[in-house]
């Protein structure tokens, strides 16, 4: 199993661009997860999702779009993208556990991403 | 909402000596408690959590983690730390009390410890 993917690895947009965090994952997690590590800030919780075709808002949700059309992918897009989103973002997935929710997740490599 | 604190931004601990990193937690019902490790340019790995039992959970590289629901805390423990437990650690909370299925992480706690 390659577990979580994520690309690119990095990333460097202009002000005002558009693009596609990709991740995916081979494990036939039905939960999925994308936070953003900023110094400082920790991990924050930008948009998750318990199944196909189900998603919701995390903690900072503005400025990012997410979907989930499949089991293993969930794409998080930037519509136009703005400085304060620089960071380095962080998909995770996770089983259903034993309380019949999300416990434990597994995280992807991450993607450095940089706006001018 | 649920919430989980770090209190402490950095830990020193002298190699062979334990070490504690300090986590507590809000929520409103069950917590559902987790400890995740992040070494330089790498993702998390997730080292022990807690859902119900035992309020002492055992979990990898020789951390363990006590439960208190009186205090609620959480905090990471090993009797005799490693230079390579030198790490990014991080507390997380899923709230049982929520419809949600979020899960918060803290802002972390800096370890180094020191040969």
């Known amino acids: 199993n390659a577990g979580v993917t994520q690309t690119p690895k990095f990333q460097v947009l202009k002000t005002g661009q558009s693009m596609t965090l990709q991740c995916a994952q081979d494990?036939?997690?039905?939960?999925m997860s994308w936070y953003r590590q900023d110094p400082g800030m920790g991990l924050r919780l930008i948009h998750y999702?318990?199944?196909?075709?189900?998603?919701d808002q995390g903690e900072v949700p503005n400025g990012y779009n997410v979907s989930r059309s499949t089991t293993e992918d969930f794409p998080l897009r930037l519509l136009s993208a703005a400085p304060s989103q620089t960071s380095v973002y962080f998909c995770?997935?996770?089983?259903?556990?034993?309380?019949?929710?999300?416990?434990?997740?597994?995280f992807g490599p991450g993607t450095r991403l940089l706006v001018l | 909402a649920q919430s989980v604190a770090q209190p402490e931004d950095q830990v020193n601990v002298a190699e062979g000596n334990p070490l504690t990193v300090k986590c507590t937690y809000s929520?409103?019902?069950?917590?559902?408690l987790f400890w995740y490790v992040q070494y330089p340019n790498r993702g998390l790995q997730f080292l022990l959590k807690?859902?119900?039992?035992?309020?002492l959970v055992k979990g990898s590289y020789g951390f363990e983690a006590e439960f208190n629901k009186s205090q609620t805390s959480f905090h990471l423990k090993k009797p005799s730390a490693l230079v390579s437990d030198s790490a990014l650690y991080f507390c997380?909370?899923?709230?049982?009390?929520?419809?949600?299925?979020?899960?918060?992480f803290g802002k972390g706690t800096r370890l180094h410890i020191l040969p």
């Open positions: 995770a997935s996770s089983p259903r556990g034993r309380t019949g929710r999300q416990e434990t997740q597994y």
């Open positions: 997380a909370v899923r709230d049982g009390g929520n419809r949600d299925d979020k899960i918060i």
């Open positions: 999702s318990v199944g196909a075709g189900i998603t």
């Open positions: 494990m036939n997690h039905e939960y």
């Open positions: 929520v409103s019902g069950n917590p559902y």
């Open positions: 807690y859902i119900t039992g035992d309020n």
